[in-house]
């Protein structure tokens, strides 16, 4: 007859459960053989179960259990840290980094690592180059000093050189952000009506004349308005592909914290 | 007497639950269901409130254009919010000129057919977002959403 509330029975149906990715459930099963024994790997794993479904906050509040005599006392340390830049909380996250980095930690490089890339995500002032890029390993080196140099020379348009270049030639702001349809067209639309007032003009049809001449006039006008507001929009695809970059790169690197695989 | 009343009261009360009761003619008649699915796209914010000066001319004209032209024309305009709402509600947000100068922009980029998959996020299935809050020349209330990214209703 099988035990199946026996705490080795459940610890293999939760491990199942959690190399099956349900998580939710190998979270209770793995509660329920805490009651029966303890085992901080098990703790451990149920903080891993929480992040990988994404509820950092019960990720980090199991991990703050750790005790300091558990194998697993140093990866808590830098898993809460992770949890904290997932949650924005920059205040605990920044103060928790430095108590890490400036421990003798294993992972205090890793700590140094998440701490840095995280600047780029923040409007802090970056500190120097050489100093920026210490704890990074060669192979992440080129990287990081490309993203550096991007968050410190980001590649924005003018708004100001984008409407007076409108002024000059109708749609050439629009040229000069990119949005090359939308130049030709306004250099069409502007051109065509400035000729169709002349035109009238010469010709001494006055209404028609002006009616085309005000058309012309709000084509032209909006257009070098159009161009700085592209301007605008350019720098702010600048500023959401740098971001969403960074953001990818953390999590290819998985936020500089090991990896673990608990189903071999 | 009395009792005619109460028979007559009984009879009314009857012919109350048999009146709308359902007969078989009722229960097999032919049904006439309307597939056309509701566009709310469509549903205009007819508004003529006097809210500020701008508002004494431009509203009656939108109001009309809509009822009498865009509203008969169907839904022809490829971005969300069309150029009559954008002019609108841009007038709303600043002011006449400034307004006027976006809906003008607003024109032009709706005149040029080439590389709007490229430039703009998708709005349903027909349309392009394109909302006013990037054009205001204010830099906080941009909210950039990549092109070809598709945007809930």
């Known amino acids: ?96 980094a430095d108590i890490l980095i400036n421990s003798e930690s294993i992972y205090s490089k890793n700590a140094f690592r998440l701490k840095n890339t995280s600047l780029l995500l923040r409007k802090n002032e970056l500190p120097e180059k050489n100093i920026f890029l210490i704890p990074f390993y060669n192979d992440e080196e080129h990287t990081i000093s490309n993203f550096y140099d991007l968050k410190k020379n980001p590649p924005y348009k003018s708004e100001i050189w984008a409407g007076v270049l409108s002024t000059i030639i109708p749609g050439s702001g629009k040229i000069y952000t990119e949005n090359y349809g939308d130049g030709i067209t306004a250099f069409i639309l502007t051109g065509l009506f400035g000729y169709l007032a002349y035109t009238n003009f010469k010709h001494d049809h006055q209404t028609r004349a002006w009616i085309f001449t005000a ?50 | 007497m009395i009792i005619n009343n109460k028979y007559l009261f009984l009879l009314l009360v009857i012919s109350q639950c048999t009146i ?56 022809n305009c490829p971005f969300n919010p069309s150029c009559s709402s954008f002019f609108a509600q841009s007038i709303n947000e600043t002011n006449l000129f400034q307004g006027t100068f976006m809906f003008f922009d607003r024109f032009t980029r709706d005149t040029n057919i080439f590389g709007r998959q490229e430039d703009y996020p998708r709005f349903g299935i027909y349309h392009f977002y394109d909302p006013v809050s990037l054009y205001t020349l204010d830099e906080k209330k941009i909210n950039y959403i990549p092109a070809k990214t598709y945007v809930k209703e």
């Open chain 2, 20 to 75: 709308y009761s359902q007969t078989d003619w009722v229960r097999w008649e032919k049904s006439d269901p309307m597939y056309q699915t509701n566009n709310t796209y469509l549903e205009r914010e007819y508004d003529l409130s006097i809210e500020s000066t701008s508002d004494i001319i431009i509203k009656p004209v939108v109001n009309t254009y809509w009822f009498f032209i865009s509203d008969v024309d169907g839904d």
């Open chain 1, 215 to 264: 058309v012309g006039a709000g084509f032209y006008l909006g257009n070098i308005y159009g161009s700085v507001a592209s301007a605008q929009i350019f720098n702010a695809k600048v500023n959401f592909d740098f971001d969403e970059g960074v953001k990818f790169y953390l999590e290819e690197k998985n936020y500089f914290t090991p990896v673990y695989d608990f189903c071999k």
């Open chain 1, 1 to 96: 007859m099988i035990d199946f509330q026996s705490p080795q029975n459940i610890k293999l149906f939760a491990d199942f459960l959690f190399c099956d990715k349900d998580y939710l459930r190998a979270i209770d099963e793995y509660e329920k053989y805490l009651t029966m024994v303890d085992d901080d790997s098990v703790g451990f794993k149920i903080a891993i179960g929480y992040f990988n479904m994404n509820d950092q906050y019960n990720a980090y509040q199991k991990l703050s259990l750790t005790k300091e005599s558990s194998p697993f006392y140093e990866q808590s340390k830098i898993e809460m840290l992770k949890s904290l830049y997932l949650q924005n909380i920059d205040s605990s996250f920044y103060s928790s």
